[in-house]
């Protein structure tokens, strides 16, 4: 441990972000740039407790006071060895995870917790300016050939992790750019694309093979893969969106948020617009909010990174609504340390400038004479306790229209798109309809595995990685006929 009393000395503090109106006028990312002496003293409030309980609160199991020490003692190079342990881009994860390892901290029992994604993100950066991120090419191939299908965060993660293991990779992306979720679905603002483009150039030096443009089930056929491959890993998204079906949802002017957003990504990278990140064909031409009153329906992560869009946009007004209640200011007696607590959370998208309101239901969509939206018929809710179940109730005389020109769906998604791929390969769907799989391998095809959304639903990047890492490990387990105990047991022997 680097300074037992470090976390009484210091405070939190994280780097300074750009005044909200100089950076909606733009799509570069918020924070400003933090010294590493400043970073030394964030790593120095790691407590070195008993218990480290960040390191169950993090999906990847981040060995988070040891690279703090590393971190507090400069040691960069070593930081960066320990946090990679775990972690296969630990660059994206420091920009855009929230952090539950944070809510798990023991500092932040009483105090606030140790700045665990910031000082993830500085070590990510100084790994690169220093020039310890390097290709590490296997020396040795198994001659076994792997598909993954989906190159977002999880098909990312299992790539890197079974080319190490020395098979042979070949990521499909049906977009025109390898990223996913991480390209076509992150704002700008929150996750500047060069940061992905940097970590690819890394990847193929290490032999990893990237085919974008590609929609596995329609460009190359499901039987295809199967019998050009040893093994394929299904890492696509869940991508379809939970709609809004009440009246006037034909109305011109009602779009899925991911449409919205990945549009915009697409200008950003002066990639042409008219066709979706899924390869679909944009039937109404640009989605832009400029000039008109802009109502996000959901009050996720989505729905604020809607809200950070359309102030770039130049909205006339936005807002915010949600069905749940607000929740409280801070954490809930519900989710006591260290779970993931329910509190009210603002992101840099809310402070550019947004309305926000809870407790409303959306009754109808309502147009003009031309067909397209005009106005949205809210209403007011209560939540009562019926029978051990909280039920909406509307308030009598709430029900009102508002301005809305532009309303965003971002209620988020159901599952992936079975048509298709999954259809043809004929795997079998869980009660959610997600893809059903034990240890990773489907049910209907053990050389079919998957991981990611299409397993889990829709959740996190950072369990996305996660996912991706596990079933590149159970893949490797049936590429070479080891179970997964025997497996563990070898690496047990070789670190000892």
Request: with cysteine; net charge negative; proline share 7%.
């Given at each position: 441990?680097?300074?037992?009393?470090?976390?009484?000395?210091?405070?939190?503090?994280?780097?300074?972000?750009?005044?909200?109106?100089?950076?909606?006028?733009?799509?570069?990312?918020?924070?400003?740039?933090?010294?590493?002496?400043?970073?030394?003293?964030?790593?120095?409030?790691?407590?070195?407790?008993?218990?480290?309980?960040?390191?169950?609160?993090?999906?990847?199991?981040?060995?988070?006071?040891?690279?703090?020490?590393?971190?507090?003692?400069?040691?960069?190079?070593?930081?960066?060895?320990?946090?990679?342990?775990?972690?296969?881009?630990?660059?994206?994860?420091?920009?855009?995870?929230?952090?539950?390892?944070?809510?798990?901290?023991?500092?932040?029992?009483?105090?606030?917790?140790?700045?665990?994604?910031?000082?993830?993100?500085?070590?990510?950066?100084?790994?690169?300016?220093?020039?310890?991120?390097?290709?590490?090419?296997?020396?040795?191939?198994?001659?076994?050939?792997?598909?993954?299908?989906?190159?977002?965060?999880?098909?990312?993660?299992?790539?890197?992790?079974?080319?190490?293991?020395?098979?042979?990779?070949?990521?499909?992306?049906?977009?025109?750019?390898?990223?996913?979720?991480?390209?076509?679905?992150?704002?700008?603002?929150?996750?500047?694309?060069?940061?992905?483009?940097?970590?690819?150039?890394?990847?193929?030096?290490?032999?990893?093979?990237?085919?974008?443009?590609?929609?596995?089930?329609?460009?190359?056929?499901?039987?295809?893969?199967?019998?050009?491959?040893?093994?394929?890993?299904?890492?696509?998204?869940?991508?379809?969106?939970?709609?809004?079906?009440?009246?006037?949802?034909?109305?011109?002017?009602?779009?899925?948020?991911?449409?919205?957003?990945?549009?915009?990504?697409?200008?950003?990278?002066?990639?042409?617009?008219?066709?979706?990140?899924?390869?679909?064909?944009?039937?109404?031409?640009?989605?832009?909010?400029?000039?008109?009153?802009?109502?996000?329906?959901?009050?996720?992560?989505?729905?604020?990174?809607?809200?950070?869009?359309?102030?770039?946009?130049?909205?006339?007004?936005?807002?915010?609504?949600?069905?749940?209640?607000?929740?409280?200011?801070?954490?809930?007696?519900?989710?006591?340390?260290?779970?993931?607590?329910?509190?009210?959370?603002?992101?840099?998208?809310?402070?550019?400038?947004?309305?926000?309101?809870?407790?409303?239901?959306?009754?109808?969509?309502?147009?003009?004479?031309?067909?397209?939206?005009?106005?949205?018929?809210?209403?007011?809710?209560?939540?009562?306790?019926?029978?051990?179940?909280?039920?909406?109730?509307?308030?009598?005389?709430?029900?009102?229209?508002?301005?809305?020109?532009?309303?965003?769906l971002a209620a988020g998604f159901l599952h992936p798109q079975h048509n298709g791929l999954l259809d043809d390969l004929g795997v079998d769907y869980d009660e959610r309809g997600n893809v059903k799989a034990v240890k990773y391998q489907t049910t209907t095809n053990p050389k079919v595995f998957v991981a990611g959304d299409m397993r889990r639903g829709q959740s996190l990047v950072v369990w996305a990685?996660?996912?991706?890492?596990?079933?590149?490990?159970?893949?490797?387990?049936?590429?070479?006929?080891?179970?997964?105990?025997?497996?563990?047991?070898?690496?047990?022997?070789?670190?000892?």
């Open positions: 441990m680097g300074k037992p009393t470090g976390f009484l000395e210091f405070a939190r503090e994280l780097p300074k972000k750009r005044d909200p109106q100089q950076r909606i006028h733009d799509y570069r990312e918020i924070e400003v740039q933090f010294a590493p002496q400043d970073t030394q003293r964030q790593a120095a409030r790691c407590m070195d407790c008993g218990t480290p309980f960040c390191h169950s609160g993090c999906p990847l199991g981040n060995i988070i006071p040891e690279f703090n020490d590393a971190v507090y003692e400069q040691n960069w190079a070593y930081a960066y060895e320990i946090l990679a342990s775990t972690n296969n881009f630990p660059e994206f994860t420091g920009r855009i995870c929230p952090a539950p390892c944070e809510a798990s901290c023991v500092l932040g029992i009483n105090k606030p917790p140790v700045a665990i994604e910031f000082i993830e993100k500085s070590i990510a950066e100084e790994a690169f300016k220093q020039g310890y991120v390097t290709p590490r090419i296997p020396t040795e191939r198994t001659g076994k050939q792997i598909a993954i299908v989906g190159s977002g965060p999880a098909g990312l993660a299992a790539a890197a992790q079974l080319n190490k293991a020395g098979h042979t990779v070949t990521v499909f992306e049906r977009a025109d750019q390898i990223g996913g979720l991480l390209r076509y679905g992150i704002p700008d603002f929150k996750l500047e694309k060069w940061t992905i483009d940097r970590r690819l150039a890394i990847m193929e030096a290490e032999g990893i093979i990237f085919k974008p443009g590609v929609n596995v089930g329609k460009d190359l056929k499901a039987n295809d893969l199967l019998n050009d491959f040893d093994a394929i890993m299904l890492t696509g998204g869940s991508t379809v969106p939970r709609d809004l079906p009440i009246p006037g949802r034909e109305l011109k002017g009602i779009y899925p948020a991911m449409q919205f957003l990945s549009q915009q990504n697409k200008r950003n990278a002066e990639r042409p617009v008219e066709v979706d990140h899924q390869g679909e064909t944009y039937t109404d031409g640009d989605i832009l909010a400029t000039g008109k009153n802009v109502v996000v329906i959901g009050g996720g992560d989505t729905g604020s990174d809607c809200v950070g869009t359309s102030n770039r946009h130049e909205a006339a007004s936005v807002t915010q609504i949600e069905l749940m209640p607000m929740p409280p200011q801070e954490r809930a007696e519900s989710t006591p340390w260290p779970n993931w607590p329910m509190m009210l959370r603002t992101s840099t998208s809310h402070e550019e400038g947004c309305e926000r309101q809870w407790s409303i239901n959306t009754k109808e969509f309502i147009g003009d004479e031309n067909g397209n939206l005009k106005a949205l018929r809210l209403v007011d809710l209560t939540w009562e306790n019926k029978n051990g179940r909280m039920q909406m109730v509307e308030l009598p005389g709430s029900e009102r229209d508002v301005p809305c020109e532009l309303a965003l990685i996660s996912e991706g890492r596990e079933a590149a490990r159970a893949a490797d387990c049936y590429l070479m006929g080891e179970t997964m105990l025997e497996a563990k047991a070898v690496s047990m022997i070789s670190v000892e």
